[in-house]
């Protein structure tokens, strides 16, 4: 029969036995811990160098596994564990020991041995003696029995009247395989009848000790087992059994072997605690820590308080595992977030009561009530978990129904639609339709009431914002209206000004024009005047040319004149370049004047200060125009009072 696929894939050694001091390793611990299934816990024990470790391997259906040894010295050190499914129980799990050889020669310690005998024991539901047929051999190698007592405690406060009956409660069944078994029971005796007649006390002095032994298995061990097998394989094939394939051992030894590992997987208990509890790989690895703790401390492994541990770690474990399918349930049976909170505690009820029943079913008597609070504590605890995630759903809930009833507002409110004249009616409007059509809205869970009254008292504080604004809005309105109104008024005056100002401009304009007619025809004067004198100097000319040759006689005279002439002459012309270059001057300087005063009038006209501006520049433009006439006036006289005068005399002469 096949098994399914390994819980540990090769042995590990669960408890060290280095110079006789023993240690638990914590690789193989946290794989027992990892078996959560009850398990089937077969321990063998024995002489060294008798094939137990073979046998186990037939147990776990494989050839190699558990190291086996071509030489006396014996290979199996401490115990070793190996965790396999079990090969005809669904659900349970088979843990093989493997233990150290009894009566090894080079240990020299025997109470080292009676510790492994004595874990072996506590450990196993059935405990595997396998021994070679004879006498001396069974009988030297059980004398660990005879101290078993000495070894465990059944009660932590014990008085010394433990007589050892009570242990059968809790010691395992007894199967004990014979090797290399000769003798021909026949048909009459059966292998187990054979066994009985070894156990039978027998009278005489003799055999006191013998009986003493017997007595002890019969008392601790009331249901038994036995299992005799030939010698497997011909002599020169013993050193080689690991590499044998099976048609090479002999066949009756194959009928033997298959027979025996029939009867442990179909008749082997699951191994179980004095409360009838069955024990898992995490509780048969509290009970090594328990019991090898107490040997490394110097104490007796008591049964009472690895019952106790084993108690506190198994109901441990069902709290949690509990606690696990309260969460399970609860996340299976909840869709958050839930209508009421009455809604969630239907739920929590109904779960929580079978969390309580799993946990009353699978709990350990011993600190049952302890973890059945500890239980009620942790499942208050995860219930006010599945309520505050309940509370955070409706809160997820409720804000995304608001977030998107409230989204068309909310960006009409950023794109300033409600900071105008009537804008609180409209908020007033958006908002009564977003909490009527939140109300509708379905599955909004029990904070529904709690985010509406928080969204409400957001909404007031924009609706007061917004009213504060449509107050400012009259008030800017009313402010606004008056400031029109001075506008007006203003334009109003404005205008007049501006009538004002072009009335002055267009009067100054004339007097400009008039001015303008003035200079153009004191030009023409001047043209007229100079044409004249040009004139008379020609005539003066011809009169002296003319006369030049009537006055030869009269040389230095002439020369004289000539030469006064031609002073007179570039004087008049200096005077008269002069005089147009000064006029010239003066009327491109007049003209800079009146445009740059027209600019300035102009202006005043725009800052309000026009008429009194306008009347003073057309009283400078009269004062300016006196000043051109009056030096006119002066070059007239000048003329006519030096020049013409001159230019008489020198005709004259």
């Known amino acids: ?17 280095e110079n006789c001091r023993l240690s638990l390793n914590p690789v193989a611990l946290a794989a027992l811990r990892r078996v959560t299934q009850p398990v089937v816990v077969v321990a063998i024990v024995g002489p060294y160098r008798t094939g137990k470790s073979f046998l186990m391997n037939w147990l776990a259906q494989k050839r190699s ?45 025997s109470q080292n041995d009676a510790w492994i005998f004595t874990l072996a024991v506590l450990l196993s539901s059935p405990l595997v003696y396998n021994s070679r047929n004879t006498s001396h051999a069974m009988v030297e190698n059980l004398w660990v029995l005879k101290d078993l007592t000495d070894c465990v405690r059944m009660q932590a406060q014990a ?24 003798l021909q029971l026949g048909e009459s005796i059966s292998e187990d009848d054979y ?29 038994r087992k036995l299992f005799t097998l030939d010698q497997p394989a011909a002599d020169r094939d013993l050193a080689q059994m690991e590499v044998l394939l099976e048609d090479q051992l002999q066949q009756r030894f194959r009928q033997q072997v298959g027979a025996f590992c029939s009867y442990i997987w179909k008749e082997a208990p ?73 809604a969630l505690m239907a739920v929590h009820q109904d779960w929580k009561q079978r969390a309580i029943t799993f946990f009353l079913s699978h709990a350990l008597a011993n600190t049952k009530q302890r973890y059945q609070e500890l ?18 759903a409706s809160e997820q809930r409720c804000h995304a129904v608001l977030r998107e009833l409230w989204g068309d507002t909310q960006l009409c409110v950023q794109r300033g639609h409600y900071t105008v004249p009537g804008g609180m009616r409209l908020l007033q409007e958006d908002l009564k339709f977003v909490l009527e059509e939140y109300k509708r809205r379905p599955n909004k869970g029990v904070k529904a009431a709690a985010v509406l009254e928080e969204f409400t008292q957001q909404s007031k504080v924009l609706m007061n914002r917004v009213e504060m604004t449509e107050k400012r809005f009259h008030r800017w309105e009313a402010v606004l209206a008056e400031a029109t109104a001075a506008k007006e008024a203003m334009e109003k005056q ?85 005089l147009q270059e000064e006029q010239r001057a003066w009327l491109e300087e007049q003209n800079e004047v009146l445009a740059h005063r027209l600019q300035e009038h102009e202006a005043q006209l725009q800052e309000g200060r026009g008429h009194e501006a306008a009347v003073l520049q057309q009283t400078e433009l009269m004062q300016e125009d006196q000043h051109v006439l009056s030096w006119r006036c002066t070059l007239l006289k000048f003329v006519d009072k030096v020049l013409v005068p001159i230019l008489i005399r020198l005709v004259n002469s």
């Open 1 to 17: 029969m096949e098994a399914s696929a390994p819980l540990m894939s090769a042995p590990l050694r669960l408890v060290h036995n």
């Open 65 to 109: 596994g558990f190291p086996l040894g071509q030489t006396v010295k014996a290979q199996t050190k401490g115990i070793w564990v190996w965790c396999l499914p079990h090969p005809c129980r669904p659900g349970t799990a088979l843990v093989l020991l493997d233990t150290e050889g009894l009566g090894e020669p080079s240990k020299g310690d």
């Open 159 to 182: 008085d010394g009247t433990e007589s050892g009956y009570e242990f059968v409660h809790i010691f395992p069944d007894f199967v004990w395989v014979m090797r290399d078994f000769t």
């Open 195 to 223: 066994l009985e007649r070894i156990v039978h006390l027998q009278p005489g002095y003799e055999v006191e000790k013998r009986n003493e032994l017997w007595h002890r298995l019969r008392s601790f061990f009331p249901r």
């Open 270 to 342: 699951v191994k179980v605690l004095p409360d009838w509890h069955q024990v898992t790989g995490s509780g048969l690895a509290c009970l090594v820590e328990s019991y090898v703790a107490a040997i490394t401390t110097g104490s007796v492994p008591c049964v009472e308080t690895a019952l106790t541990v084993v108690a506190e770690a198994e109901n441990s474990a069902v709290v949690e595992a509990a606690v696990a399918e309260y969460q399970q349930g609860m996340e299976q049976g909840l869709v958050l977030p839930t209508a009421s909170h009455d």
């Open 375 to 392: 239980l009620m504590d942790k499942l208050e605890v995860a219930k006010e978990e599945f309520c505050r995630r309940n509370e955070e």
């Open 494 to 578: 404005m205008e007049k000004h501006r009538q004002q100002h072009e009335a002055a401009l267009a009067e100054m304009r004339a007097a400009k024009e008039a001015a303008e007619a003035r200079v153009d025809l004191l030009e023409q004067q001047q043209k007229v005047t100079l044409a004249e004198v040009a004139a008379v100097k020609q005539a003066v000319e011809k009169q002296l040319e003319e006369q030049q040759r009537q006055r030869a006689a009269l040389a230095e005279v002439i020369a004289t004149r000539e030469a006064a002439e031609v002073q007179l002459e570039e004087r008049w012309r200096w005077q008269l370049q002069q």
